[in-house]
């Protein structure tokens, strides 16, 4: 464990570039942006200047502004969707890995039956029903990947709950509720927190996918599958408008994905061997 | 063959299951679901219009019945009838399932013929130039979008270089060679990504693989670097392979989706996202339960693979 010491080393700048994005998206509202929906129609398609640093967009909208706000939108979607699917996955897992029997039986095909839909079918089944928006957004993303939380809480559960301690809890006749999540949980968190991280990155993907067919955000508010759709467009006149949100796509799924693979080598070590990455 | 038997009917109930959830999914909705689909525009839905649509869908009658005759339908590959124009939406879909197949067969292909070669030099070669190069591309490769990934290669290869058109399609029977043009950029979107994971696995393989005895044994025999790559490391560190591939083939159809969207190929996601636009539920429904009963079969194809290569699967 040489990775706990505070010393920079290239390995952490996933870590230090991540937190940039955090927060700078958090902050976006009181930063001394311009409005991302503020158009200026005189200067459509307008090259970069002092005021725009990126340019102008179609309806001459600072692209620089409308890139900020939409990774903010893009990770509020993902964290949002991540943690409905943690706490749903996790407390299914736990419960189904603790109580065994029908329970068990029950959860675990559930399961199953989600991972039968690829995901982005799935979200379109949804938005087909319920019309697209964040409303729907979010809940759905959230279903694609309880099953994922559920089966590592559920496999972690079965290898600690006939360990010494947590017999030492129940034999003190603490409840089945608090051996679950007082005992258990916290002694199961590294494997769940590295879900949590790969969660996050996988739904980025997605949800710029289902905005990117105009199913996801929807607008005038930014976001970068949207900006990428609609900058095809304009392919010809003004490329760069293409190009920046794939930029700024690809670079936060680059930085999520190494940051992800930082932390399982340092939380979850078992698994990296396992799955010989 | 017992062991084949029960994946096969384990395979049945699982399709079983998806048809029924699909069904009941528009049940599922609050509130009434045809006037939910007419209201995209704001305004309130014509109830003779909503009746009508009510009885073409057949939801005026008891759930029981629709279910029999749902399953009755399908039975026959009848998947309803598009509330947009009322054409087949079985018939649709068998013109627009081959492309989409062509499609990510020829994505498989890239991937496997970039990723093995790749993976196994760099295995040979651990550490070294190329293998540190590789593993770097490959972690771009993986995490760029595949719809990304699409639109720039139309960037670069249509808009700037003039070299293909920016996509659509032509019948290989008309004109074959502007067909597979049309066919590589949307199949090199897919397959980059797809390389980068096969090239990570074969790697990882060749690399458990070698230092195992029967690679020493084969070595000591005094055979030739190329033979023992090929008969002995090969083989072996294909079979992870293999399952992870299976394991893609959910996302492989889902990037299809997009992939054929940027590149405005004809195949089952333009009929999808289309339908998703105007809650077409009939169609929606038709190509998402087509893609899971495809997903299923392959994945019951790669367990007899499997179960026939080790037998020790089936126990």
Request: glycine share 8%.
């Given at each position: ?7 920079f ?49 179609e ?94 809480a559920?496999?972690?559960v ?38 949590f ?14 905005s ?27 490329p760069?408008?293409?190009?920046w ?30 799955r010989?990455? | ?18 048809v029924?959830?699909?069904f ?7 509130g ?20 009508m ?60 013929v ?52 920016a ?17 590589l ?7 980059i ?37 090929l ?19 959910g ?6 989706v ?58």
């Amino acid at each position: 464990m040489t990775g706990t010491s505070l010393k920079f080393t290239p390995r952490q700048i996933p870590a230090y570039l991540l937190a940039l994005l955090l927060v700078v998206s958090l902050l976006a509202p009181v930063l001394p942006l311009q409005d991302p929906l503020a158009m200026d129609t005189a200067a459509r398609f307008a090259g970069p200047s002092a005021q725009h640093l990126f340019g102008q967009d179609e309806f001459g909208r600072d692209i620089l502004v409308r890139l900020v706000f939409a990774l903010r939108n893009s990770l509020i979607v993902a964290f949002a969707a991540a943690i409905l699917a943690g706490v749903i996955g996790t407390a299914l897992g736990v419960l189904a890995g603790y109580s065994r029997g029908l329970t068990e039986m029950l959860a675990m095909r559930f399961i199953d039956i989600v991972l039968c839909f690829p995901p982005l079918l799935l979200a379109m089944l949804a938005v087909t029903l319920y019309g697209p928006g964040p409303v729907t957004l979010i809940p759905v993303l959230a279903i694609v990947f309880v099953p994922s939380f559920t089966r590592v809480a559920h496999a972690s559960v079965l290898s600690v709950r006939s360990q010494d301690y947590v017999e030492a809890v129940r034999s003190m006749g603490a409840s089945n509720a608090r051996v679950m999540f007082s005992t258990i949980l916290p002694n199961i968190a590294g494997p769940l927190i590295v879900q949590f991280s790969f969660t996050v990155a996988v739904t980025v993907v997605l949800e710029s996918g289902l905005s990117f067919l105009g199913l996801g955000v929807l607008p005038p508010a930014p976001s970068l599958g949207l900006m990428i759709g609609t900058g095809r467009a304009t392919l010809a006149q003004a490329p760069m408008l293409l190009v920046w949100p794939c930029a700024a796509l690809t670079a936060m799924i680059l930085i999520l994905n190494a940051f992800c693979d930082d932390l399982r080598d340092r939380l979850d070590p078992k698994s990296s061997k396992i799955r010989g990455q | 063959m017992f062991w084949f038997l029960r994946r096969g009917f384990a395979s049945l109930v699982m399709l079983w299951v998806i048809v029924t959830l699909v069904f009941m999914s528009i049940h599922f909705v609050p509130g009434d679901p045809v006037e939910l689909l007419l209201s995209q525009d704001g305004g309130s839905a014509d109830p003779a219009t909503v009746q009508m649509i009510r009885e073409d869908l057949g939801l005026n009658r008891p759930i029981i019945e629709q279910y029999v005759e749902k399953l009755k339908g399908l039975a026959s590959f009848d998947l309803g009838r598009s509330m947009v124009d009322d054409s087949s939406v079985s018939a649709e879909i068998a013109r627009r399932l081959p492309r989409t197949l062509e499609l990510i067969g020829l994505a498989a292909l890239i991937s496997l013929v970039i990723g093995i070669p790749a993976g196994i030099y760099a295995a040979l070669h651990t550490g070294r130039r190329f293998d540190r190069a590789a593993s770097y591309v490959a972690g771009f490769a993986q995490g760029i979008p595949v719809f990304v990934l699409g639109t720039l290669l139309i960037l670069v290869f249509s808009q700037m270089l003039k070299l293909t058109s920016a996509g659509g399609f032509v019948a290989f029977s008309q004109a074959p060679g502007k067909h597979m043009m049309l066919l590589l950029m949307p199949s090199l979107s897919i397959g980059i990504g797809l390389a980068a994971i096969v090239f990570r696995i074969t790697r990882a393989s060749t690399l458990e693989v070698l230092p195992l005895d029967y690679v020493r044994t084969a070595r000591a025999k005094g055979l030739g670097d190329r033979r023992i790559v090929l008969h002995h490391i090969l083989r072996n560190a294909l079979i992870p392979v293999i399952t992870i591939f299976a394991l893609q083939i959910g996302s492989l159809l889902g990037g299809t989706v997009l992939v054929e969207y940027v590149f405005n190929w004809p195949g089952l996601s333009g009929m999808l996202v289309s339908g998703v636009n105007a809650r077409d539920y009939p169609t929606v429904t038709g190509v998402i339960l087509v893609i899971s009963a495809l997903l299923i079969g392959l994945n019951f194809l790669v367990d007899v693979l499997y179960g026939l290569t080790d037998p020790r699967v089936r126990k």
